[in-house]
């Protein structure tokens, strides 16, 4: 039996990851020079690495670990829910106490007319699901060709087959043959980058008319369902203009387009709403949750359907779902963390505490001659660098290698921003206090500092 803790040393513990584990999102070179990054523990939003250093985890691991790390609430759940029911499936005519709660407690959560909740493991599986129930629902209605899908290029949807396609990450395209046919993508709505002289007005519009310009051009009769996050958080956290979304929802409204709202980053807080429809004023059909749902704690997906698909799919014997789809385990976190928010006020605090400190922080750290713009909604921000602030140029070296140094220097600072290219993403856990919030401000400022130094 392989024995490995946290005592051995990091030295050993990096050569025996990269010599079997194969990491997500990864160059294997840069594992083997320098080895992974250790993390042996957390504690409200800090982590601990094998080398002792305390980090601020702005990230909230990958944007989920919103109730922070250490939350014994949530480990007594499981624990319980282990020793009562530790498996059951929803298949086949059955069901148990958690997974009853945790749907009817989405249902009371989510927008009016999303009631239905069909759980997944993930994000991705989620998508999946997504994908096939809307051409399922307008198989059911007569409408069997209305199967295309339209999404966004540098939008993020998962990484199977199915979100990976539905995404448009034409990096992850170029591997393994995706888009699988019947998904196509339209420009995303980052003024920032690809503005030019618009008006973010303006621009948001005219990207938001891309939907309008690619139904006509496949049939309305043939488009069942446009998905979007509300605000893409993978692709750079991309604020899109007030603009975008009322045209977006004009354009579903008119022909008839389901609109699948990906809230894998967006739901439970994260924009200052239970979910970022709300924020943005969407009115979903289908809405994508994981993530926050259960704070990262246990693996949590699903997707939160209107009645109307609901009636539809319930009619018949929808031939899907996973083995996980409503693990009690999880179903028990996830409602236990849905507990904690809702008796903590952590939206509250979010409103009135948190987001207005962060953006503050966010303002001065703009100021910075590296920091060419902020892109912020409640509690998920972008720092986009660039050579020039006022033109937002690009670096001339490759793309993304600033950021990556910036990224470098916030770990050497104890700090955890991730970069997208040339930004800088911020998301950390919505529990972080304004001391916390000046911690992040010093740490991420010296991170551009350093950089900024480093690029003259
Ligand atoms: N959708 C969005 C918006 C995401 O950000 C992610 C993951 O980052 C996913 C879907 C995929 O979720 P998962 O990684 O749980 O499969």
Redesign the pocket.
Known sequence: MTTVSNHLPTAELQALDAAHHMHPFTTNDELKERGARVITSGKGIYLRDSEGNEILDAMAG??CVNLGYGREELVNVAARQMMELPFYNTFFNTTHTPVIALAAELAKLAPEGLNHVFFA???????DTNLRMVRVYWAEKGHPQKSHIISRLN??????VG?GSL?GMTYMHEQGGLPIPGIHHIGQPDWYAEGGDHTPEEFGLARAQELEAKILELGAENVAAFIA?PV???GGVIVPPNTYWPEIQRICDKYNVLIIA?????GFGRTGNWFGSTTMGIKPHIM?I??GLSSGYV?I?GSIVCDEIAEVINAIEFNHGYTYSGHPVCAAVALENLRIMQDDNILDHVNNVAAPAFKAVLDQLGEHPLVGGVNVSGMMASLPLTPHKASRAKFAMAKGTAGFMCRERCFANNLVMRHVGDRMIISPPLVITPDEIDVFHKRAKLALDDTYKALK
């Open positions: 990958l944007w493991g993930s994000g991705s599986e989620a998508n939008g993020y949807h998962g990484s199977t979100s995404g996050e893409q958080g993978a990906d809230e894998v980053i967006c994508t994981a993530k693996p997906g």
